[in-house]
């Protein structure tokens, strides 16, 4: 089962996605077990696995990241859409396009204090597609 999520994003940071995916694999598989793959279909954002508890967890990561792969680095000649895009390029390389989790009795087998997040790169708001496929 393949199912295609639009997420609209207004601004560079974690936004979570956890709800969203759970609802559709209580629509399309529900009370089996199985695995889910989730894959972002750009270059410029990512997914990540978190904690969904303390909302510091989440911009902690953001500032690091941000610090660690700085805007207006003369070093970066792909400029062409703005500051932000290499920038963005190089973080959705450091993390991940895709993740694997296990679907037990129709539920995601998430830990208690973790949810999916889409990591946003990028300043301006944007529609971003990620592929939920769920494999038995």
């Known amino acids: 089962m393949i199912e295609q999520l639009t997420f609209s994003v207004s601004r560079q940071g974690l936004h979570s996605i956890t709800t969203t995916v759970n609802e559709t694999i209580s629509r399309l598989f529900n009370k089996q077990n199985g695995l889910c793959t989730l894959f ?14 303390d909302d510091s967890a989440r911009r902690d990561l953001e500032h690091w990241l941000n610090r660690l792969v700085p805007e207006h680095d003369p070093i970066y000649t792909h400029t062409l859409e703005g500051s932000d895009d290499m920038p963005a390029h190089i973080k959705a390389s450091l993390t991940a396009s895709s993740l694997s989790i296990p679907i037990i009795n129709g539920k995601l087998a998430l830990g208690t204090w973790q949810g999916i997040y889409l990591w946003e790169h990028r300043h301006a708001s944007s529609n971003r597609n990620v592929i939920l496929h769920i494999s038995s």
Request: negative net charge; aromatic residues 8%; hydrophobic residues 35%.
């Open 40 to 53: 972002i279909q750009h270059t410029s954002a990512s997914l990540l696995i978190q904690e969904n508890y």
